[in-house]
T-cell receptor, first 118, second 115 residues
Framework: DTGVSQDPRHKITKRGQNVTFRCDPI?????LYWYRQTLGQGPEFLTY????????KSRLLSDRFSAERPKGSFSTLEIQRTEQGDSAMYLC????????????????FGSGTRLTVV | AQKVTQAQTEISVVEKEDVTLDCVYE???????LFWYKQPPSGELVFLIR??????QNEISGRYSWNFQKSTSSFNFTITASQVVDSAVYFC????????????FGSGTQLTVLP
């Protein structure tokens, strides 16, 4: 297991099309996160899963966005009817959460999927 | 609400110079974690350090050192004897175990080390 994998690395799509990204986390990690990073900014939180349950969604995640983690392993992020404003890097991260309140959270990020909507 | 401010948008130094990247954070929680990540042109976020709010000891790792001061809510990062390979965008991030269960990032500092 070499880390968090994201596919594809790059995606160019026409406005109005649907796109789907995949993230494969580190196998023993139970939490999976999606972030979005626009040019010149830091990553912004979109949503996260603990196992297969989606526990939190950001206000950034509009109705056109949906994320799943059906078996608690890989996750997909789908954007429907893409808009030019969706152009960004989509980063996935995973971590292991033990349930202890003072657990020292460590995230591992993937290399991201760069989406360009034309 | 949580916030991380990296006031330096871009820094350029000549190789072998020391450089300090500033980070100021805001949180109402007493338990939190601070991180620094490096993002080279390839795009992957590379973890550098994690510090919890109860540990104010400074840390040194090779050419990297971190100065955590709760009194000023700052977590600054110094690279000693910078190298061209240090050129990247550096992000400071905050994780608060109370109000928000996700990382809040600053806007990043683009460091360019010139040969």
């Amino acid at each position: 297991d070499t880390g968090v994998s994201q596919d594809p690395r790059h995606k160019i799509t026409k406005r109005g099309q649907n796109v789907t990204f995949r993230c494969d986390p580190i196998s023993e990690h139970n939490r999976l996160y999606w972030y979005r990073q626009t040019l010149g900014q830091g990553p912004e939180f979109l949503t996260y899963f603990q196992n297969e349950a989606q526990l939190e969604k950001s206000r950034l995640l509009s109705d056109r966005f949906s994320a799943e983690r059906p078996k608690g392993s890989f996750s997909t992020l789908e954007i429907q009817r893409t808009e030019q404003g969706d152009s960004a890097m989509y980063l996935c991260a995973s971590s292991f959460y033990s349930g202890l309140p003072l657990y020292n959270y460590g995230y591992t990020f993937g290399s991201g999927t760069r989406l360009t909507v034309v | 609400a949580q916030k991380v401010t990296q006031a330096q948008t871009e820094i350029s130094v000549v190789e072998k110079e020391d450089v300090t990247l500033d980070c100021v954070y805001e949180t109402r929680d007493t338990t939190y974690y601070l991180f620094w990540y490096k993002q080279p042109p390839s795009g992957e976020l590379v973890f550098l350090i994690r510090r919890n709010s109860f540990d104010e000891q400074n840390e040194i790792s090779g050419r990297y050192s971190w100065n955590f001061q709760k009194s000023t809510s700052s977590f600054n990062f110094t690279i000693t004897a910078s190298q061209v390979v240090d050129s990247a965008v550096y992000f400071c991030a905050l994780f608060s175990s109370g109000s928000a269960r996700q990382l809040t990032f600053g806007s990043g500092t683009q460091l360019t080390v010139l040969p």
